[in-house]
């Protein structure tokens, strides 16, 4: 059984990443947390699928626990409904020591984290991803936020989970598009993190695409472990943290002027990883090669390198969207950029014309 350590000191986790372990959830939260009931937050469909497996697994470790439900999809992540979640504490009496438990996405996991850090000024918050982008990303690392009518993931702070459980056996009915964006976070980790990594990917993409299950118990295990690190050394973003945005300044506005309908998270990111890597090119700062292992790695994970045709896509939506992004600084755009397989930087000095430039060349190579 694999186990990530998240290391911050008396605020330390574990990740644990096993094959079934969805059933003895409960065990593994009355070991690491013994909350005094508990809130499980998921949406429709991942409840019917896995509600009676984890409410079992409570019942079965003696933790009161009930569920209460949001939709799905990113507009799920409102103040609206964070606000219903906590109703919903409010009405089962949750306490300091009750935890709210995130089953599903990374939707489910930014808005249960939210409730968790503001309900009581803060109770616990554990993390049960069911998607691939989650398992590796999402869950980790303590961001939670829900979206402002300007931009995404505008209200938010940092709450760290006290325990993430990852059974990568919940992947095994999880749509084509939803691997693919979950793989996406894997390549950027790979990217900007690790040569030998992003190398390891390579040689095992066949295998993650088709969920063969040892390949992607390490492979999610690596993303954690790189993850875990960065998270370690720079909790509240202030400085190596930042390199985990590769692709999101753009992808993120994407997802803006789209209105959270046409990409996936993770699709969004890839676009946005291209996007960062011909603005890294225009600046000297990538080669042509590394940016071609990048796009030809993503096209093998079966997400796209251009944007689809057609829309209400532009340069001046996509500016004027970026503006609103948190990662700006002073009024700066903040980019991170690619220098070679396996490093990057972070910017707040890139010329607009520039990144003007790259948005208007990269949708007209859709046409």
Do not use: W
């Amino acid at each position: 059984m694999p186990v990530v350590t998240v290391s911050l000191a008396d605020r330390s986790y574990p990740i644990v990443i096993e094959a079934g372990c969805l059933s003895r959830l409960g065990r593994l939260i009355a070991e690491h947390a013994r909350p005094h009931g508990v809130l499980v937050v998921s949406n429709p469909a991942i409840a019917d699928r896995y509600g009676e497996v984890v409410m079992g697994a409570l019942d079965e470790a003696g933790i009161r626990a009930s569920m209460t439900l949001v939709p799905a999809g990113d507009r799920a992540k409102s103040l609206r409904n964070a606000e219903r979640v906590i109703d919903r504490a409010v009405a089962e009496r949750l306490e300091r020591s009750s935890a709210i438990v995130a089953l599903g996405g990374g939707v489910i996991g930014d808005l249960a984290g939210f409730v968790a850090a503001i309900y009581l000024r803060g109770v616990s918050f554990i993390q049960v991803p069911t998607s691939l982008l989650a398992q590796v990303d999402a869950s980790v690392g303590g961001k939670t936020a829900v979206n402002h009518r300007a931009g995404k993931n505008l209200v938010g702070c940092f709450h760290q989970p006290r325990l993430v459980v990852i059974d990568p056996c919940v992947l095994e009915t999880l749509p084509k598009r939803e691997v693919g964006a979950g793989l996406a976070e894997m390549v950027k980790h790979g990217v900007i993190l690790d040569a030998d990594y992003f190398a390891r990917l390579e040689r095992g993409m066949p295998r993650l695409r088709i969920l063969d299950r040892d390949e992607l118990s390490e492979a999610i295990a690596g993303s954690c472990a790189l993850k875990a690190s960065v998270v370690a050394a720079d909790e509240r973003e202030t400085g190596r943290r930042a390199l985990l945005n590769y692709g999101h300044t753009f992808g993120h506005a994407l997802e803006t002027v789209t209105c959270y309908r046409r990409y996936k998270h993770g699709e969004a990111v890839a676009l946005g990883m291209e996007m960062a890597a011909m603005l890294s090119r225009d600046l000297g700062l990538l080669s042509q090669d590394d940016a071609l292992r990048q796009r030809q790695l993503l096209r093998a994970a079966g997400l796209p390198v251009a944007v689809k045709p057609g829309g209400q896509i532009s340069v001046d939506r996509l500016l004027a969207a970026m503006e609103h992004d948190k990662k700006v600084a002073r009024g700066r755009l903040r980019f991170v950029l690619a220098t070679r397989i396996g490093a990057g930087v972070v910017a707040d000095d890139i010329p607009i014309d520039a990144v003007r430039s790259v948005c208007r060349r990269f949708l007209e190579s859709e046409r």
